[in-house]
């Protein structure tokens, strides 16, 4: 047999020549040691410049592109390329991976950059929107991920000296971010006209907020924040690079220059590279770094140079390579240390390979694609990419002939061993051969070949060569004649002097099967020590033996170049091999150690520190072998091999598939115009009846492994199905964890013995982790697998599990389990891994074993390394079962399939020792030893050195004790799982069962169940507690239920579906799967009688009932159910018609009787004996009494079923004896109880979960006590009873089906629920959209308009509009104070802060206020509504506040209140909105509720998700963490209370729970608070708290309040409860304080107070939040209250006016008020109720009268001194959008959507108000007017953007023209026409400019937008377009109005959504 081994001969990386300088920047430094770090291809190499060596770190698989230094200067960040690119962080002396981030990027990763700290790292994507990731790499987790640009990033940085701050830049911009919590912010640079807008390539720092950055030009552009302040003058070409060090900056350009900058950014020196000796034209610096005396420069050229500052003028080439351009030429030469390189760069170069430097170069006139030596060494042939060759002397590179004979490259070129010709091969398909001697003479030319001239070889003796083709041709000549030859003997007489093709037997074994001819791209053989070595596409260097004639040889292989290795040469003395790498421009230089060198201690070492598996020597794993000694696969590893997890649907598909179903039955009715609510009717209620999960029978070993365990307290751990189980054997009793979905695959215990985790199948796996003592989820891990968790394992400090999926690539997982995190992620191997172990004794390393692989792992932060199991000759590899280690370090020891237990020392094996006959399938160590166990059925004891086998048990039925007398299955199981605890062994068998050994005891037979194959038959006995199962597995078993207990089985010779005992239970009938059944002695279990009839499963099987049980029923899957006489032991009768199989049967009490279920849906009728079909109403058959009801078909039994579900979705059904309820059991694994009959659809039921698939078969026991499931993949038996007050399983309230009913109604109740968020987040224009922006129309400002700027800016003013000079000169703004608070649809958003201050919010500003200086203070980062707020409670953490916003991405900013600092951003989990937000007990964590019913905890400070959900389809409202904990938490919503628990990286739910004794039904919960002891107290829209101990409702408290309960609060200082609401029975507000137990109370009335919406209380006050918009403060003592801040309630708030001459202004809101406010008092004057919404309102010149105007039309005249009523009028349908008093106050101008301005006389309001003209002629609704000066013109601003001007007197419209440049304004308002064009920012083609105001001064324009923005232009006009201005931000959506006060101290600015005012002080 061919040896197919790999090669003895290894090879070892020595030297890289060449520098990744093309494409590239930054990526060249000196590390601590003084190293020079950079890259090329895909090795990272740190070069020393004192020793001349180079080091490797090979953990990449593709090309790396980025690479950033930490400011260590020891630790090194590299990115690559490839199609799932990742980083790594690595250790710049020991190349150790620190860190492996992935998952973050595609196509790969472009920059990169450590913080100022080095804790965190930035990386910049190449997909297409240059994705920006912020990593916490040790951890290797993302903190943040935000779009970078649509245009490519090309750096990215780190601001060292402001934390979270850091820089993009790239193709003609630079952004400036802001990473809090999960969040990047980014501000766009803002270039203005300091500077020209181009790419920047390069940034660097010198202040918080000063950087500066190189751009395209050559300049250096010097931002203050993110505004360019100025340009410095740098290069003449475009900065590629900006160093910045201790000494100051350097930069680097593609002028060829390096220049250094001082810390202030003054210049130092300049050095010109191209002027010195190692210059050149054309020179570019890509990369530069400056420390000290020294200087590196990387350039375009693949060089790097180090420049002396004292010595400027001579650098010296540290590295040399080739520049950009495919490498693919390459020759070595014959006698000396030197091979020869030519390039697509149109270079040849000659290397010394023992000093690694370059002795000549020579440039060509094209590029290079072949080389040749001539055999003495004294030429040098080069082929071109024209066809093209020259010859060259060695000596001096000097050209001695060119010739051109071919127009196609030239691929392939040798000299004869004999120095006589020069073989030239070419893309023409020819091969020429010249005469050396006669000055290159054509001799001849080869013909023949079919394609392009790949390779070719000259014989020994020059007479023959042989040529490869790209037609994958391999053909012989004879030189010099040039003939082809053929004969095969002459061929085979051949001795080739080289073999570099890579076509024939001799390398036919190096071309992996069904891979394409042109994979491998060049081979070299070396004769001397029978090894060939090539280079293929996939950058892999290989070494195989020679000659190598079989495919699927095995090989090692070497990585590091990062694409195709286009050339591979052996040296001529054979100690080295050279590589290229194609595209990654690379020459590798590897020391090739035959079979005998030893290893150097150095290259040992560096062997055991390789990173990653593929670094280092690699049998190939990639293809199968036929060679003779791999031994035969077991049969029971072929089948588990085979064994697919794949569901059709996952029960976790359900409710989703479930919501579906739905929505089409709803859509089937309502095309029918019926609702599906009115079609289905009132649905049945559920039954009374309930079950508990007693015992479970089976254990599921026949796929698993190690999954049996003792806990702390020596119960037994395992599970079987979808449930963990803890059994007590001591008193046989059973705990069940049920959280699961699906079969449970693999079980692990924590070191503490307390805790287990469990993985299940899925399509989106989960792993949980509970407590084995009390069954409650500890965490739940989910997201990382497919399919399923086939192993987990605990660390050995109990800190991390590992996991391992069944997806394709069996990927591994590391979990902090405890915050439910992934830390680690690789893939594991192709084929499946059975089990995964850490190592005790080293925290991040682990082993994993599997189909024909042992890998050894080290966790490095975010992934991987791994190393293959060397085997060496110490053993054979084979398929690996189990592995465990013992208490040397790095000692382990695998179970092989071969029976052989392995011994490692690290990765390589030191022995074998052979344990059993077949495979080990588990291993334990001991404290003194090992325990085995394999197939063989024999557990071994071995002794410490694991050589001699000291004990061995054999589990046969003769040595097996059982409690019921049942015995084994089978005599000497497989054994599948091993634990010792407490002097004994577990024992798991592939059987089903679990055995305890007594060492010096018998053995005890635990548990049993059915062996693998599915369960279907199911009987119970008539009048005993017993059953009866039997299964695929062809067993029989009977149970005692009583004591819960296998009592007999027996081996059935087929496989076996249904049985059934007789009336007396003298019998058992069994219906085989082959068509077959017989009938059983009870007893005796001996046959009595068999038939075979048919040839199809029975798939049920009766006897008629009792006393006589005559007649047995047998239905079969071929439609027919056969009747047969018990005594005659014959048929008598067929019962034939059914359209399909036969489901189920059963007989009524007469035993004449028979009714069938087919699985086409029938339901029919035979009479017996005969089997005649009979014909029976549905109204007859209700009166017949049935012996069994098991049909699942038929009106009694409508209900069961599921919406749109198929015939076969309920397998079973059973009525129980007194016919109340029916149980079922489904394709989903549930088992179910509805009231029986179930008539109508969908009727409602109780839901119980434990089995894992289809639930094949439910029986009640004879007294009903108990009802008997089976699973038919599960294989397990689980017995429920009716024990128990409460129900195991609850009822989901958000679900449809549950029997819940709400009730409750309030209208304020009913209005927040049906608030649309989604229409308020987005920017709605309130004009016409069609209409014709001011921006985009041309306009100047008239020549006439424009005014020189005045010299002094107190005199900046113009004609235009009338100024006062005494008015303030205004620069800016800062906001002063809100009159607002957000209550009309938030609750607990008001609270005390620690230092007494009160928190709420208002808009999109948190707000703090003091009550002692009546002062505010904001934080104003928020750039939507808040709708939510808390503060935490922790001390530690008592300035801490949350609050969250309405918007697509729904942001969670965490900000300190002293600070106003932003101290996280959260977003990415929730939509439209967040309503509510809440912390831990800790302060640590934060819940956040969406209003998209979603529910996340953060772990706000990392800004990392710890859990998320969806919450049904109701809305929630609030939801709190328990004030003691961090885990437990409440939601409550509209018909929604739930409980839940954090638990790892899920929140799981739990649904309340309504107890008989408390008849109440369920309502919308509003409000929440807590007592200890986990009692929980829910305010409900009915006025009623509920009190819940747990999730189980244990009382009522009737009318806490008359109305709903809006809110309550639980004070941490005494426990106290307050409560507060809607009063529906009163007129004012009444709070309530309570005790803890809510059965006493004060109440404190609040006279002229509405709805209460928040409370918060502390040392004896409360704070209250009312919905309108009020917050005040009350006094316990006394029952004083106090109002702090007031506002309009909810509607959008238009009318602002300003008093003349007082600080006073006026509101007029849609809320239907007009109010009066005081700017000295900060406090409400006076209101008025308006009978319509108000949308307008201007106060007279001398400030005595009101005018507001109404929707409806009508406009009111008030006197301002009680805002008493003067006069009305209306003449107009529609609103009022503005009304103005003139200059003198004896007129109104009143502007309309009815397209009109009457004018009104005012001068005596006393008598009728008269109009006394009217504006004609306006094309659509009036928003703003102006009066002149003079009182006749009036200026009108309109929807559709027309500005107009009228004559007021006469209503004449004034044509535009002198008459117009004329007119001087009184005020200016307008937000239309040239004089403001420039106030319409760039952004506004989709929003608008909704008002103006020019300040009393005339100076200043101060705007408000639909973007929620307060703008101020320090001038007016402002008449150029995009005018620059100071923006100003707290309104969460559009500003609908702005006015400066009297004096210009104040601007107000009015909010429309958010309804409040801002005031801010002007500066």
């Not at 690694?356 to 440039?363: A, E, G």
């Not at 465990?884 to 690290?906: C, E, L, M």
């Not at 009688?1089 to 005559?1110: L, N, W």
Request: proline share 3%.
């Amino acid at each position: 047999m061919t040896d197919k081994t790999a090669p003895e001969g290894q090879l070892r990386l020595e030297w890289v020549y060449g520098y990744r300088g093309n494409q590239c920047r930054n990526n060249l430094y000196y590390t601590d040691t003084q190293d020079t770090v950079y890259f090329v291809a895909a090795v990272g190499v740190v070069y020393n410049k004192q020793d001349k060596s180079q080091r490797f770190f090979l953990g990449h698989t593709d090309d790396i592109i980025s690479l950033a230094l930490h400011p260590d200067k020891r630790l090194v960040a590299t990115g690559q390329i490839g199609k799932d690119p990742f980083i790594s962080v690595w250790d710049s002396r020991t190349l150790k991976t620190e860190s492996i981030l992935q998952g973050g990027h595609e196509r790969g990763i472009t920059a990169l950059a450590f913080s100022g700290d080095g804790n965190l790292l930035a990386s910049v994507g190449l997909d297409d929107h240059h994705t920006v990731v912020v990593w916490e790499w040790r951890k290797g987790t993302k903190l943040a991920t935000a779009r970078g640009h649509t245009d490519k990033v090309l750096d990215v940085q780190f601001n060292p000296y402001a934390t979270g701050m850091l820089v993009t830049c790239g193709v003609k911009h630079i952004k400036f971010w802001t990473h809090r919590g999960n969040m990047l912010t980014g501000k766009k640079g803002i270039f203005g006209t300091a500077g020209e807008l181009q790419s920047v390539l390069c940034v660097s720092f010198s202040s918080p907020e000063v950087t500066y950055a190189g751009t395209f030009s050559g300049d250096v552009y010097k931002w203050n924040s993110n505004r360019l302040q100025s340009v410095i003058s740098a290069h003449s070409a475009a900065i590629y690079c900006l160093h910045h060090s201790a000494d100051g900056y350097a930069t680097g350009s593609r002028d060829g220059t390096i220049k250094l900058w001082d810390n202030k950014f003054q210049p130092i020196t300049v050095i010109d590279l191209t002027k010195t000796p190692v210059g050149y034209p054309g020179l570019c610096v890509r990369s530069v770094c400056w420390e000290g005396q020294k200087v590196l420069a990387g350039t375009k050229s693949s060089e790097i140079l180090e420049i002396s500052t004292d010595d400027r003028d001579h650098p010296s080439k540290l590295v040399q390579g080739h520049a950009e351009g495919e490498l693919w030429a390459l020759a070595v030469h014959s006698s000396t240390a030197v091979f020869a390189t030519g390039s697509d760069d149109q270079t040849i170069r000659l290397w010394d390979r023992k000093q690694h430097v370059v002795l000549q170069c020579c440039s060509t006139a094209h590029a290079v694609r072949s080389l040749a030596f001539s055999a003495d060494g004294a030429h040098l042939a080069a082929g071109m990419q024209d066809g093209s060759f020259t010859v060259y002397d060695v000596g001096t590179l000097a050209e001695l002939t060119h010739i051109k004979d071919r127009k196609e490259v030239l691929h392939e070129m040798k000299y004869s061993p004999d120095g006589q010709y020069l073989a030239v091969g070419s893309n023409d398909n020819f091969v020429d051969v010249y005469s050396v001697s006669d000055h290159y003479r054509r001799v001849c030319h080869c013909r023949g070949s079919s394609s392009f001239i790949t390779h070719l070889d000259w014989s020994t003796d020059s007479h023959y060569i042989q040529t490869n083709s790209g037609a994958a041709e391999r053909l012989f000549y004879k030189i010099p004649a040039g003939k082809q030859i053929t004969s095969k003997d002459e061929i085979q007489a051949i001795q080739w002097d080289t073999w570099t093709c890579v076509l024939g037997p001799e390398t036919a074994g190096t071309w992996p099967k069904y891979s394409q001819t042109n994979d491998i791209n060049a081979t070299s053989a070396s004769f001397q020590y029978q090894t060939i070595v090539t280079g293929d596409d996939f950058g892999l260097v290989k070494l195989f033996r020679f000659p190598s004639l079989r495919k699927g040889a095995k090989f090692r292989k070497y990585i590091g170049h990062s694409a195709h290795v286009t050339n591979v040469r052996f040296t001529s003395d054979n100690r080295h091999v050279i590589s290229l790498g194609g595209a990654d421009h690379a020459i590798f230089q590897w020391r090739f150690l035959p079979k005998g060198v030893e290893l150097e201690a150095a290259d040992e070492k560096e062997e055991d520190e390789q990173p990653v598996e593929t670094a280092v020597d690699s049998d190939s794993e990639e293809s199968d072998s036929d060679a003779s000694d791999v031994g035969s696969v077991d049969s029971d590893l072929a089948n588990e091999q085979e064994i697919s997890y794949e569901r059709p649907i996952y029960r976790e598909d359900l409710p989703e598939l479930r919501k579906k179903l739905k929505e089409k039955e709803n859509a089937e009715q309502g095309s029918k115009g019926v609702s599906a609510s009115q079609a289905a009717g009132k649905k049945q209620s559920a039954p009374e009846g309930s079950l508990t999960m007693q015992f479970v029978h089976g254990y599921r070993g026949y796929d698993c492994r190690n999954n049996l365990y003792y806990t702390q307290t020596g119960e037994i751990v395992y599970h079987i199905a979808a449930i963990g189980v803890v059994y007590d054997q001591a008193n046989h009793k059973q705990r069940f964890y049920v959280s699961h979905t699906d079969d449970i695959l693999c079980l692990d215990m924590h070191p503490s013995k307390n805790y287990v985790a469990t993985g299940q199948v899925g399509r989106d796996p989960a792993i949980h982790v509970w407590d084995a003592e009390t069954m409650e989820t500890m965490s739940v891990l989910k997201g990382a697998h497919s399919r399923g968790v086939c192993a987990v394992d605990f660390s050995g400090d109990g800190k991390k599990l590992a996991s391992v999926g069944l997806d394709d690539d069996h990927c591994i997982v590391v979990w902090d389990w405890r915050k439910g995190c992934k830390l680690a992620e690789t893939r594991g191997h192709k084929d499946k891994i059975f089990m995964l172990q850490w190592n005790p004794n080293v925290s991040d390393h682990m082993i994993t074993v599997g189909v024909k692989h042992i890998k050894f792992w080290t966790q490095a932060g975010g992934g991987f390394t791994s190393r293959r199991g060397i085997f060496g000759n110490k053993g054979q590899p084979t398929t690996m079962l189990c592995v465990t280690f013992d208490g040397q370090q790095d000692r382990a020891h695998s179970g092989g399939a071969n029976g052989s237990v392995y011994h490692w020392s690290s990765n390589k094996l030191s022995g074998t020792v052979k344990a059993h006959e077949g495979p080990v399938f588990a291993i334990l160590a001991v404290t003194k030893g090992f325990i085995t166990g394999g197939k063989d059925g024999k557990v071994a004891l071995w002794d410490e050195k694991f050589e001699h086998c000291l004990k061995t048990y054999l589990l046969h039925s003769s040595a097996i004790e059982t409690a019921g007398g049942a015995q084994l299955h089978t005599d000497l199981p497989a054994i599948r799982a091993l634990c010792l605890g407490q002097n004994k062994i577990l024992v798991g068998t592939k059987t089903s069962e679990i055995l305890e050994i007594d060492k010096n005891g018998p053995i005890r037979l635990l548990i049993q169940g059915h062996m693998e194959g599915e369960l279907w038959g199911l009987a119970m006995h008539p009048f005993q507690l017993m059953c009866t199962t039997v299964s695929d597995d062809c067993s029989l078993c009977t149970w005692d239920l009583s004591t819960n207990r296998m009592i007999a089985s027996v081996v059935l010779l087929k496989p076996a579906r249904c049985c059934c005992y007789s009336g007396d239970g003298n019998a058992i009938a069994v219906g085989m799967k082959d068509g077959s059944f017989v009938v059983l002695d009870t007893e005796s279990l001996e046959e009595i009688v068999g038939f075979s009839h048919r040839k199809q499963e029975i798939s049920d099987i009766k006897f008629s009932p009792a006393p006589t049980s005559k007649y047995l029923a047998v239905a079969s899957h071929e439609n027919y159910v056969d009747i047969y006489n018990v005594a005659s032991k014959k048929r008598v009768g067929i019962c034939k018609g059914a359209s399909s199989y036969i489901t189920h049967v059963d007989w009524d009490m007469r035993g004449k009787l028979l009714r069938i279920n087919t699985g086409d849906g029938e339901v029919l009728y035979y009479e017996a004996p005969r089997g005649r079909q009979q014909y029976v109403t549905s109204e007859a058959a209700a009166t017949i009494e049935w012996a069994s009801w098991t049909c699942v078909l038929g009106e009694e039994c409508q209900g069961v079923w599921p919406p749109a579900s198929d015939v076969t979705d309920v397998n079973t059904a059973h009525v129980i004896q007194d016919s109340s309820m029916i149980a079922t059991g489904d394709d989903f694994g549930y088992v179910k109880l509805f009231s029986f009959p179930s008539k109508g659809k969908h009727a409602k039921f109780k839901e119980y979960a434990g089995h894992s698939a289809h639930v094949t078969n439910v029986r009640w026991s004879h007294d009903s006590s108990r009802l008997i499931s089976i699973g038919g993949a599960d294989m397990s038996m689980i017995v429920w009873t009716g024990e128990g007050d409460i129900d195991q399983v609850s009822l989901n309230i958000d679900d449809e089906d549950a029997d819940s009913e709400e009730e409750g109604y309030d209208s304020d109740v009913e209005r927040e629920k049906l608030i649309n968020y989604v229409s308020k987040t987005y920017v709605s224009p309130v004009r016409d959209p069609l209409a014709v922006k001011p921006h985009q129309k041309h306009q100047q400002l008239p020549i006439d308009v424009v005014k020189k700027p005045a010299v002094s800016r107190t005199c900046k003013t113009t004609s235009l509009v009338k100024a006062t000079p005494t008015a303030k000169d205004i620069q800016g703004l800062s906001l002063e104070f809100i009159f607002g608070y957000r209550g009309f649809d938030t609750r607990q958003n008001v609270f005390f802060t620690a230092d007494g201050e009160v928190i709420f919010h208002a808009a999109g500003t948190g707000i703090v206020y003091n009550p002692l200086t009546r002062r505010q203070s904001f934080y104003l980062e928020h750039n939507d509504d808040i709708i939510c707020l808390a503060l935490s409670s922790n001390p530690k953490l008592k300035h801490v506040c949350a609050t969250g916003q309405i918007g697509r991405t729904a942001p969670v900013h965490v900000w300190d209140i002293s600070s106003k600092e932003t101290l996280s951003i959260l977003q990415g989990h929730h939509s439209t909105g967040v309503c509510s937000v809440n912390f831990s007990c800790n302060g640590k964590l934060l819940l956040t509720v969406g209003l998209d019913n979603s529910l996340a905890v953060w772990r706000w400070t990392e800004g990392a998700k710890m859990a998320g959900t969806v919450s049904g389809r109701r809305r929630i409202f609030l939801a709190q963490f328990r004030p003691d904990s961090d885990v437990q938490m409440v939601s409550v919503g509209v018909g929604h209370v739930k409980f839940w628990t954090l638990a790892g990286s899920q929140l799981i739910g739990k649904d309340p729970i309504f107890p008989k004794s408390v008849p109440t039904k369920m309502q919308t919960m509003l409000s929440l608070a807590f007592a200890p002891e986990g009692v929980t107290y829910t305010g409900s829209v009915g006025g009623a708290v509920y009190v819940w101990a747990g999730n189980v409702l244990s009382r009522v408290v009737m009318d806490a309040h008359s109305g709903p309960v809006f809110a309550m609060y639980t004070s941490l200082e005494d426990g106290l409860i307050v409560t507060g609401g809607k009063e529906a029975r009163n007129t004012e507000s009444v709070i309530k304080l309570w005790d803890q137990e809510l059965k006493r109370c004060n109440s404190f009335p609040l006279p002229k107070v509405g709805i209460v919406r928040s409370i918060s209380r502390a040392k004896g006050r409360m704070v209250i939040g009312t919905q309108d918009s009020r917050v005040l403060i009350l006094m316990e003592k006394g029952s004083t209250s106090e109002v702090l801040v007031q506002g309009h309630m909810e509607g959008e708030l238009w009318g602002l006016a300003v008093h003349p001459s007082t600080n006073v202004f006026v509101t007029a809101s849609v809320d239907k008020t007009v109010r009066m406010w005081s700017l000295d008092s900060k406090e409400l004057k006076c209101e008025y109720n308006l009978e319509h919404a108000g949308c307008s309102v201007d106060l007279s010149p001398n400030g005595d009268m009101i005018a507001v105007g109404q929707t409806n039309g009508e406009f009111l005249l008030l006197a301002a001194t009680d805002l008493s009523m003067i006069a009305q009028r209306r003449d107009r349908n529609n609103t009022i959008q503005c009304l103005r008093f003139n200059p003198s106050g004896d007129r109104l101008a009143v502007g309309s959507d009815d397209s009109c301005v009457d004018v009104y006389s005012v001068s005596d309001p006393t008598k009728a108000v008269e109009r006394t003209s009217y504006c004609r002629g306006i094309p659509s609704g009036v928003t703003h007017m102006d009066w002149s000066t003079c009182g006749q013109y009036l200026q009108i601003s309109t929807s559709s953007y027309d500005k107009l001007i009228y004559d007021s007197r006469s209503g004449r419209q004034i044509p535009s023209g002198s008459e117009i440049s004329k007119i001087t304004w009184d005020t200016w308002t307008s937000i239309l026409g040239s004089e403001v064009l420039g106030i319409w920012p760039r952004n506004a083609d989709k929003a608008d400019v909704n008002t103006a105001c020019v300040a009393h001064g005339g100076n200043v324009t101060a705007t408000g937008d639909d973007f929620g923005v307060v703008k101020l232009f320090n001038h007016f006009p402002v008449s150029g377009k995009f005018a620059g201005s100071k923006s100003y931000y707290g309104h969460s959506a559009h500003v609908t109005n702005v006015k400066f006060t009297h004096n210009d101290e104040y601007l107000l600015s009015a909010g429309g959504d958010d309804s409040c005012v801002f005031v801010w002080r002007t500066q």
